[in-house]
């Protein structure tokens, strides 16, 4: 469970609210039960159920956990809004795989518009799917979600990231399928990496032209298409197997 405050030793851990809500209503878990505290700085601990009252649960410090779980470079997955609920799966499997933030945005072939109200809507409930994925996974931190009305923004925050790459089926073809292995052997500890995943349609020229005007590197992700909700996995799973995680 994720809690608000920083780590601070105590006697013992008050939960009350939407984590107690699930610790006893949902996983009717009982005195004895032991589950992973993770404060706002990122130290994780677990702790026993010692009691249950209506409103709260108090909980013991048993061991602290020393397992580093964030990879040593954060990835923030953008992707070009794909159909239905890719981004929900997208959201859950990401942040399993280690991915630091997602960003959402409207690219050209992206099908479903979206309006002010749909879009905080739908940020709202995929933060929830990236909590309870980092909580099924013993994150260290929630991934935050971040769905932008323009692809401009996206594009802007470029110089945010110490690389920028975008998948692109096609670079496959150009001679260009080695830059994702030239990335992945040049990442280090501390990098921030964006990856830009296109939806089912992918990208168009002019989309890709202003990505590399900007500063960002294409790269081919093998042969096969894959699927817009395939590419962002196959990342982060590349990336973690390069950092030997
Ligand atoms: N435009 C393509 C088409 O319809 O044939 C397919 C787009 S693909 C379903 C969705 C996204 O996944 C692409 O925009 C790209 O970002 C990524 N992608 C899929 N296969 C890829 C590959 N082999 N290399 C790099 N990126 C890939």
Redesign the pocket.
Same mark, same amino acid.
């Given at each position: 469970y994720f809690l608000k405050e920083p780590y601070e030793p105590k006697e013992y851990y008050e939960i009350k609210d939407e984590n107690y809500h699930h610790i006893v209503r949902v996983m009717r878990m009982s005195v004895g039960e032991r589950n992973f505290l993770v404060f706002n700085d990122g130290i994780a601990i677990l702790a026993e159920i010692i009691t249950i009252s209506e409103e709260s649960v108090e909980l013991k410090e048993i061991s602290k956990e020393s397992m580093e779980k964030e990879m040593p470079v954060q990835v923030t997955v953008a992707c070009g809004f794909p159909k239905g609920d890719k981004l929900e799966w997208i959201v859950q499997k990401g942040t399993e795989l280690g991915a630091h933030q997602f960003i959402g945005f409207p690219a050209k072939t992206s099908v479903v518009k979206w309006d002010h109200k749909k879009r905080e809507n739908k940020a709202k409930r995929l933060q929830k799917i990236a909590t309870e994925a980092a909580e099924q996974s013993h994150r260290q931190i929630v991934p935050q979600v971040h769905l932008f009305d323009k692809e401009q923004a996206l594009i802007d925050g470029f110089p945010k990231y110490s690389q920028v790459i975008v @998948?692109?089926?096609e670079? @496959?073809k150009q001679g260009e399928k080695g830059n994702f292995a030239k990335v992945l052997t040049a990442l280090g500890t501390g990098d921030n990496v964006l990856v830009i995943? +296109?939806?089912?349609? +992918?990208?168009s020229e002019a989309e890709i032209t202003d990505f590399q005007n900007a500063g960002a590197i294409l790269?081919?992700? +093998?042969?096969?298409?894959?699927?817009?909700e395939t590419?962002p996995l196959y990342v982060l799973s590349a990336i973690s197997y390069q950092l030997e995680l």
């Open positions: @998948a692109y089926e670079s @496959a995943v +296109g939806p089912e349609g +992918g990208f790269c081919g992700l +093998g042969p096969r298409i894959l699927r817009a590419a």
